[in-house]
């Protein structure tokens, strides 16, 4: 083996991964306070998540359940599994909601007056949106790899769906 293989096997080696069962799977995972997607993307073994060696915060957040916050150790070479239920918040059901939606944003946290709601992912779905009280938010989208986000007011109008499409003006449908 080369210095270079040897040098890439100990680098590997020193990484241990992340995989989640959670339910719910559209919960967001954030690691160190830094959002890296839903816990359904990293279910598989092809998708885990690679850490380098060491403990870190893990934080699952869904709109509909309790904030879950779990420290977690990672050894080299292994794969760590974060089985959890996270615990349902009794939201009253609501009507004449507004709905938010979007378009092209690819793996993106949705934030709304500065908490998380969604991933951009689930909402490119036309059949699948946010449900949510009208009213006007602080929105913001963060795209997992870095590329240029997005934030400013929005407004969610009752019965109706508004669409955030990367590059493009914002549109509702009905």
Do not use: C
Request: proline share 4%; net charge positive; glycine share 8%.
């Amino acid at each position: 083996m080369t210095y270079l293989s040897l040098l890439a096997a100990s680098a590997v080696a020193a990484q241990g991964t992340l995989r989640t069962r959670v339910d719910p799977r559209v919960a967001g995972v954030f690691i160190d306070g830094k959002y890296h997607g839903t816990a359904a993307m990293f279910s598989h073994h092809q998708a885990a998540i690679k850490l380098e060696v060491g403990t870190y915060t893990v934080k699952l957040v869904d709109p509909m359940h309790e904030d879950m916050t779990l420290d977690v150790g990672f050894t080299a070479g292994k794969e760590t599994t974060i089985r959890q239920r996270m615990k349902p918040l009794n939201v009253p059901k609501r009507e004449n909601l507004g709905e938010l939606g979007t378009n092209k944003w690819g793996n993106s946290a949705i934030y709304l007056n500065g908490k998380y709601y969604a991933n951009s992912n689930e909402l490119d779905n036309p059949a699948y949106s946010l449900l949510i009280d009208p009213s006007e938010y602080n929105m913001k989208v963060v795209p997992v790899d870095g590329s240029k986000g997005r934030e400013g007011k929005i407004t969610l109008k009752e019965n109706q769906t508004l669409v955030l499409t990367k590059g493009e003006a914002d549109a509702y449908r009905k």
